[in-house]
């Protein structure tokens, strides 16, 4: 069983930035050749996909609409996973999750095997 949380939200004006975190814990084998994401999800809204990375962090992709601010990245050694957000907007505001899934599109969340409890994001105009 493959244990996610995540860690970094909070409130910032626009324009600022944060970081997420996304701790992975289980098998090691597990935590270190899944897909891992991240989606959001905003009040009365459908989750979104913001973004994902494949195994060893080579492969990324990243929703239309953060592309350019958000990057995200991985440390396999550390099973973490990161989610940098410059250029805040305040749509960005929304509860943020990571996933993790074996196989599957990447930017569905029906395919994810494995969520945290998510993160709040606010931010501010």
């Known amino acids: 069983q493959v244990q996610l949380v995540e860690s970094g939200g909070g409130l910032v004006q626009a324009g600022g930035s944060l970081r997420l975190s996304c701790a992975a814990s289980?098998?090691?084998?597990?935590?270190?050749?899944?897909?891992m994401a991240w989606f959001r999800q905003a009040p009365g809204k459908e989750r979104e996909f913001v973004a994902a990375i494949d195994w060893n962090g080579e492969i990324t992709e990243t929703a239309d609409s953060v592309r350019g601010r958000f990057t995200i990245a991985r440390d396999s050694a550390k099973n973490t996973m990161y989610l940098q957000m410059n250029g805040l907007k305040p749509e960005d505001t929304a509860v943020y999750y990571c996933?993790?899934?074996?196989?599957?599109?990447?930017?569905?969340?029906?395919?994810?095997?494995?969520w945290g409890q998510g993160t709040q994001v606010t931010v501010s105009s």
């Open positions: 289980g098998p090691t084998v597990n935590t270190n050749t899944y897909i």
């Open positions: 996933a993790a899934q074996d196989v599957g599109t990447w930017s569905r969340a029906a395919d994810y095997l494995y």
